[in-house]
């Protein structure tokens, strides 16, 4: 397919972008404690600009310290600042990439353990829905300090050499907090009727306007719909546009949702590609000035089209820009099977910075994104014999690595297919793009020159036979089987086996486990129409599975009428059921045609002991080691992999 408009150029007010690709700002935490600019995120921002995006957008940068919606966050709101981002400008121009800045305020979406212990501020002592502290009213003299800060961050970024400023309205911060009713009950000029809430972004808007001049581009970053009670629907938000516009923005950026609404920020598979884009051409009718849309942009057949048929003007691809930097490079190339897909797992990127072991965005699919600083992939110092077992997910990736850095590899999977567990999850309903992950790695390994044996049951002798420098590992792992009288039933099955049609489930199914695996078999066979009781030691099901996909997996749960019983051990297989303990008392749950195991996997490690000293370099990764989670064997494997 001809790309043509993607990479045609477009003015926002005076500043020329090369095409429409657009990185929007993510909160990536990758700044340094103080709020001043890393290493690492110089190197995240420069691979995004080598990669050929047209439009950077530097993520979420303070205007005060009580704007930090995160610990690591950036900030403008001293001139000590102003040397870290000229260092970051200059890295990403040097490529020829225009690069804006994002101003922000959290307002109530932050909490006090990032404010240092302050209480968080806002236009009405409105709780968030996440966080659940209750902020501090701003006094309307407050009020009006902020809006002069605004303007001086704006300010001292447009020193730094920014090209453009985007102000950040959207997802329920500050900003969009005065805008809409959902948070904003003050009785001053800043509350009560659209107008009047309108006063702050509008005041903000002119404030940073007289800061940076009147030719300096201001983009406004806005929720079409906020997705919450009194939240502004798309109605409002047309004549908010023309009203941002009107104060003298040059740019909209058009998203979705706040905090209370999160599924929809950063969306899971559950939620369609491009599922914004009517939001952004119903108020691209309204304004004059340029579109840039969001929201599962992932493909560039859906992007080129939303440009032909004038949804927006400009794209920009979150999630998918973190998956692969390289993108608007491979499509001007033609190399689209190249592109590493996002898959909208939400492991990563939003996962990982709510992980309080983690708190730095990164990728499943691809592990090098936020680390681009340290890792790399380069040629190897000495070329070697590479032999890996097993085709899941980290098998497939050390393969095309070690394999693009001058190693000789052979990949041996038992399977006459690639993907593990990958190639199983897939199976459920929400989870194709899992598909999309295999056919990359899978890709990318043939280009590289991995010799792939599908249907291969290596044993030591095999993998002896190929003379290895180095051995990895990677056999997954496989169903455990709970020892437990009636387990060997033959109304048994694994929900393995289910997914990949072995065995099939009767009308009423009983599913032991109702962790990730256990509630997406159930998801699987009530859209199928079979009766399904999940039974669940823990409190909660679906305790592993990240928020925003776990949001949309229980609402099909509960529209496919899946009976669930938690705080339940089952403590033996009847018949046709099981007998479980439950608050201290036992109790039967019978009258089932199936039962599915679903309770967690073991490793499959068999070959280490009978590699052990008989090869120059052994590996165990992923769940063969122990196990895991799909990320933790892609990241292992990617470190492995850029080392041997």
């Not at 090869?615 to 990764?621: C, R, T």
């Amino acid at each position: 397919m001809n790309f043509q408009l993607l990479f045609s150029p477009i003015k926002i007010g005076t500043m020329e972008v090369a095409n429409r690709f657009v990185v929007p700002p993510m909160g990536t935490n990758l700044a340094n404690p103080d709020g001043t600019v890393s290493e690492e995120l110089i190197a995240y921002w420069e691979a995004r600009a080598k990669g050929g995006w047209g439009l950077l957008i530097v993520e979420i940068t303070g205007v005060e310290p009580l704007a930090k919606a995160i610990p690591n966050q950036l900030g403008l709101w001293d001139d000590k600042f102003i040397p870290g981002f000229k260092k970051l400008v200059d890295a990403v121009h040097r490529y020829g990439t225009k690069i804006a800045v994002q101003i922000h305020h959290a307002g109530r979406q932050t909490s006090s353990a990032i404010l240092g212990g302050e209480q968080p501020v806002a236009p009405s002592p409105v709780p968030c829905f996440v966080t659940r502290e209750t902020p501090r009213e701003l006094s309307t003299e407050e009020v009006y300090q902020l809006i002069e800060k605004f303007g001086d961050a704006a300010a001292r970024a447009r020193e730094a050499g920014f090209d453009a400023i985007e102000i950040h309205g959207a997802h329920g911060y500050l900003v969009a907090q005065f805008m809409s009713q959902h948070t904003n009950k003050r009785v001053d000029e800043f509350g009560g009727s659209l107008y009047n809430r309108m006063r702050f972004p509008v005041e903000v808007i002119r404030n940073v306007r007289r800061k940076v001049g009147g030719s300096f581009p201001i983009i406004f970053r806005m929720s079409a719909d906020e997705k919450v009670v009194d939240g502004r629907n798309i109605e409002e938000s047309i004549a908010v546009a023309s009203i941002v516009e009107e104060a003298g923005v040059n740019a909209l950026h058009i998203s979705v949702g706040v905090y209370a609404s999160m599924p929809y920020i950063v969306p899971p598979p559950d939620v369609a590609p491009g599922f914004n884009l009517s939001n952004a051409a119903e108020i691209k009718k309204a304004v004059s000035v340029p579109v840039i849309a969001v929201g599962r942009i992932n493909d560039p057949v859906l992007a080129e089209q939303a440009i032909r048929t004038g949804k927006a003007d400009l794209l920009a691809w979150g999630r998918q820009s973190l998956a692969d930097p390289d993108l608007p490079n491979k499509v001007a190339a033609g190399r689209i099977e190249e592109i590493s897909p996002c898959i909208s797992c939400n492991q990563g990127c939003i996962g990982y910075i709510f992980n309080p072991d983690k708190m730095k965005c990164s990728c499943l699919v691809n592990p090098f994104c936020g680390r681009e600083y340290k890792m790399k992939i380069e040629p190897a110092a000495q070329s070697k014999k590479v032999v890996i077992v097993g085709g899941g997910p980290g098998g497939l990736e050390a393969a095309w690595i070690a394999a693009a850095r001058g190693h000789h590899v052979v990949l041996f999977e038992k399977e006459q297919s690639p993907g593990g567990q990958f190639r199983v999850g897939a199976i459920a309903p929400a989870k194709q793009d899992l598909t999309k992950a295999i056919n990359y790695y899978t890709y990318m390994g043939k280009k590289c020159g991995v010799d792939f044996r599908f249907g291969t049951r290596a044993d030591a002798g095999q993998v002896l036979a190929e003379k290895p420098d180095v051995v990895i590992v990677a056999t997954g792992g496989e169903p455990s089987i709970p020892e437990i009288p009636g387990i060997d039933n033959p109304k048994v099955v694994t929900a393995t086996d289910i997914l990949l049609g072995k065995k099939a489930a009767g009308k009423k199914v009983l599913i032991i486990g109702g962790g990730l695996v256990g509630s997406e078999t159930a998801d699987f066979l009530g859209e199928h129409g079979h009766e399904v009781t999940i039974v669940e030691a823990l409190p909660e099901i679906a305790e592993d599975v990240q928020e925003s996909v776990k949001h949309f997996l229980l609402l099909r749960l509960k529209r496919h009428e899946v009976r669930i019983e938690t705080n339940a051990k089952v403590i033996e297989i009847l018949q046709d059921g099981v007998k479980v303990e439950k608050g201290g008392r036992e109790k039967q749950l019978t009258g089932f045609d199936t039962v599915v195991i679903a309770v967690g996997a073991k490793s499959v490690n068999d070959l280490k002991p009978q590699l052990e000293g008989k090869v120059p370099e052994l590996y165990v990764i992923g769940d063969a080691s122990r196990p895991r989670k799909a990320i933790d064997a892609i990241e292992e494997a990617a470190s492995l992999a850029i080392k041997i």
